[in-house]
């Protein structure tokens, strides 16, 4: 997500909880990036159950063929 630096301002605790959940948060001035929030020493590693609640999730359109199924199988030696 971008916003502007007067909203980052305002709502600084939201962006950062933001970047906890894996967001990318860049900040602008005048439509131009600026700056983009960064979690100190990478991902805390908490996982939260239902993290993904509100936002879409999208499976590939061979998600569910049978002969990609078979592949896979085949490869852990399950066929």
Do not use: W
Not at 23 to 41: A, H, W
């Amino acid at each position: 997500m971008q916003v502007t630096i007067h909203q980052a301002k305002t709502q600084l605790s939201k962006l950062i909880a933001a970047v906890e959940r894996g967001e990318e948060v860049i900040i602008s001035r005048r439509d131009q990036p600026v700056v983009q929030l960064n979690l100190i020493g990478g991902f805390p590693g908490k996982t939260r159950i239902g993290g993904l609640k509100g936002r879409k999730l999208r499976m590939g359109s061979k998600f569910n063929d049978p002969q990609l199924n078979e592949e896979i199988a085949r490869s852990f030696g399950d066929s």
